[in-house]
């Protein structure tokens, strides 16, 4: 069973860095993509960032593009965050797929429970 345990968050002035993580574990992750997405109170969940497990290969959406970066180890996948602005604060999730990376949550079947980040002055 795919265990994923999101920590790191906390509030935070706008233009601070923080690093998120998301410790993994319950199955070999190879061939597996593994996703942070984020939902804002009163709006949809949306794609943050998603990496292949192997090829270490990334995409980002275009709102993060830049100020975030998604790397991992063997045991916890990250999301650095730089320049946060007011607009990140979210429940931010990590989550595991089989295959390649999506943007979508739907395609997405195992998730953490979330971590708050909050960015405010």
């Known amino acids: 069973q795919v265990h994923l345990v999101e920590s790191g968050g906390g509030s935070v002035q706008p233009g601070d860095s923080a690093t998120l993580s998301c410790a993994v574990s319950g199955r070999d992750f190879h061939g597996t993509a593994m996703a942070w997405f984020r939902q804002a109170p009163g709006k949809e969940r949306e794609f943050v960032a998603a990496l292949t497990w192997s090829g270490h290969r990334a995409n980002y959406d275009e709102s993060v593009e830049g100020r975030f970066t998604i790397e991992r180890d063997n045991s916890n996948v990250y999301l650095r965050m730089n320049n946060l602005q007011i607009e990140d604060t979210a429940l931010y999730y990590c989550?595991?797929?089989?295959?390649?990376?999506?943007?979508?949550?739907?395609?997405?079947?195992?998730w953490g429970q979330g971590t708050q980040v909050t960015v405010s002055s």
């Open positions: 989550a595991n797929r089989e295959g390649s990376r999506s943007i979508l949550a739907r395609d997405y079947d195992d």
